[in-house]
């Protein structure tokens, strides 16, 4: 009778009868937490920037979230364009640091920009000027009005240069958390596809020409191929990150196209991205659309502006943006307004069309 005691006592229950946990439900936990008390005695009226000392022009300062120091947007460098949304950390306090350029051998660069290895016997390297050059002429001459033709950008030779190049732009991208693309980008949470539509251009768009749009279809190629146009990021510690020729450029070169996320204009009234690009200003305000390089894009979105109320400034401009009709759909293309030379910093007029973006504190 004792063994039989002790042997039961000795049995333990199965996982399986044992009773099951019970967990809070979130919204428990939410109705039961406790609410955080902000102290009514603090006072930032007396507010004065850390770098200027000044504290005039308070709409302009920004407290950081960990310090609580003020700084004014124009005395940070770089400058800060609009107010950010959400925490805001002081260049003493923030741990976001650009990654060094030797992390990037040329196998992390071939696979951050999705580059196609290829034999060099197997790419044919003609640009369209050279393949209408040599197309026959098979009718009478007939004299027309000189039109100017956008040229494919001219490559650096030097492969160790052209690896340079990317890797450059590669560390900026990084910086800012984005991905690389070489195309527009549709998302199921933003505009589809469809809505990218030139017809519906208020007024009509200029139709990219069908010599143009072989040039611009070069230039893809050439970027697939690893073939980047002569061009470096660089950390400016007032501008901050920019680009500049590391070749000579010609007038009229497509420098690049600029690429992100298309969204409707009325879903980013309230965003902090200071690189938006008008790609569609439709009859309907509600679908006119954006370009938006916050997540993805290319070196386009380092190529800063000028300065529209200087005329010093003004002077450095040697890009245009243009928003042409491709097929259908609405692009932006970067093309030179003059030659180039090398080590020049690139700049184009971000007031091109609606003269809206505030320009008074750039350099």
């Not at 890009?319 to 030179?336: H, I, P, Q």
């Amino acid at each position: 009778m004792a063994d039989t005691q002790s042997s039961s006592a000795s049995i333990q229950p199965s996982p399986s009868r044992r009773r099951p946990k019970k967990y809070r439900s979130i919204k428990d936990i939410i109705n039961n937490a406790k609410y955080a008390v902000v102290p009514d005695d603090e006072n930032y009226s007396d507010a004065v920037c850390d770098q200027c000392g000044s504290g005039d022009r308070d709409h302009q300062l920004l407290l950081c979230d960990k310090c609580d120091k003020a700084y004014h947007m124009l005395c940070l460098r770089p400058i800060v364009v609009r107010v950010p949304i959400g925490p805001w950390f002081c260049p003493a306090c923030s741990s976001h640091q650009p990654p060094p350029l030797k992390s990037f051998s040329q196998t992390k660069i071939f696979d951050f920009f999705k580059i196609k290895k290829c034999t060099a016997s197997s790419v044919k390297r003609i640009s369209p000027q050279d393949s209408r050059r040599r197309k026959r002429r098979t009718c009478p001459i007939v004299h027309h009005k000189k039109r100017r033709r956008l040229l494919p950008y001219t490559p650096s030779n030097d492969t160790d240069k052209r690896l340079e190049q990317m890797r450059s732009l590669a560390c900026a991208l990084t910086s800012l958390n984005m991905e690389y693309s070489d195309d527009l980008t549709y998302s199921f949470d933003m505009a589809p596809r469809g809505a990218n539509m030139s017809s519906f251009e208020n007024g009509g768009m200029q139709v990219l020409s069908k010599e143009d749009i072989e040039t611009l279809e070069y230039c893809r190629a050439m970027l697939k191929r690893g073939e980047c146009a002569p061009l470096l990021v660089v950390f400016d510690s007032c501008e901050g990150y920019t680009v500049e020729a590391d070749g000579v450029i010609k007038d009229m070169t497509l420098i690049t196209e600029y690429i992100g996320d298309v969204d409707y204009i009325k879903n980013r009234q309230l965003d902090d991205c200071d690189s938006m690009m008008t790609l569609l200003l439709a009859s309907d305000p509600s679908k006119s659309l954006v370009i938006c390089p916050d997540k993805r894009g290319n070196i386009a979105r380092f190529i800063n502006g000028i300065n529209n109320f200087s005329s010093e400034a003004k002077k450095k401009q040697n890009l245009k943006c243009v928003r042409y009709s491709v097929n259908g759909e609405c692009r932006v293309l970067l093309v030179a307004t003059r030659d180039i030379a090398k080590g020049e910093r690139l700049y184009y007029d971000y007031n091109g069309y609606e003269h809206e973006y505030p320009t008074h504190h750039f350099v």
